[in-house]
């Protein structure tokens, strides 16, 4: 079983919409989990991060950890064209900081 | 954008060739990464580097070899490139280690096709 599990999509939406983003992870010892944007053709970008379980708000994103599902989310409210890009949900393993990221879910919001 | 450039940005090589990429960063950060993205992988970790001359496999470090002499710049080798190793690869810098919230910030990435 993969540490991380992410639907790749492709996963389209009008502009408006509220978007739901998912992954699964396996090790419930795991408390620090992060959401990257990644722009075509660009590097990844930290966009969120939680700790443990609970939500966190910024602006239009809210991301969402359950602890006792293993199950994180991103939600995109009032989704625009600038949203459109690929997102990672990623965990924190361990030492080093080292990062095991999901496969990727890519988002086309269209006008 | 944090100060971190990768070189070449791309690069086209022959099979059995090596292959060397550059990471160099201006932060002073302390962690060191390659990643390689493939469809339907994902960022997968090659290696990793925890200060000048500390290296460490990740889960796809096999074909791979890194070097750190100086705390800027991180080398990726390829000593003899194959096809399976066509792949946009990414440097990341760390501040700090350990289990807990520490951001990751990436380099733009360098686009590598072996034929």
């Known amino acids: 079983q993969k540490e991380v599990e992410q639907d790749p999509g492709p996963l389209s939406v009008p502009e408006g919409a509220i978007v739901s983003l998912n992954c699964t992870y396996s090790n419930s010892a795991f408390q620090y989990f992060m959401w990257y944007r990644q722009y075509s053709r660009k590097g990844p970008e930290l966009l969120m991060y939680?700790?443990?379980?609970g939500n966190k708000e910024d602006g239009r994103f809210t991301a969402q950890v359950d602890k006792s599902s293993k199950y994180i989310s991103l939600f995109i409210r009032d989704s625009q064209p600038s949203d459109s890009a690929t997102y990672l949900c990623a965990i924190n393993t361990g030492t080093a900081s080292k990062l095991t990221f999901g496969t990727g879910t890519r988002l086309q919001v269209t006008l | 954008d944090a100060g971190i450039t990768q070189s070449p940005r791309h690069k086209v090589t022959e099979t059995g060739t090596p292959v060397t990429l550059r990471c160099h960063q201006t932060?002073?950060?302390?962690?060191m990464y390659w990643y390689r993205q493939d469809p339907g992988h994902g960022l997968r970790l090659i290696h990793y580097?925890?200060?000048?001359?500390?290296?460490d496999k990740g889960e796809v470090s096999d074909g791979y070899s890194v070097s750190r002499s100086k705390t800027e710049d991180f080398l990726l080798t390829l000593e003899s490139a194959t096809s399976s190793q066509t792949s946009v690869y990414f440097c990341?810098?760390?501040?700090?280690?350990?289990?807990?919230?520490?951001?990751?910030?990436f380099g733009p990435g360098t686009r590598l096709t072996v034929l």
């Open positions: 580097s925890y200060g000048v001359k500390d290296t």
């Open positions: 990341a810098i760390s501040s700090s280690g350990g289990a807990s919230y520490n951001e990751q910030f």
């Open positions: 932060e002073n950060h302390r962690y």
């Open positions: 939680t700790y443990s379980s």
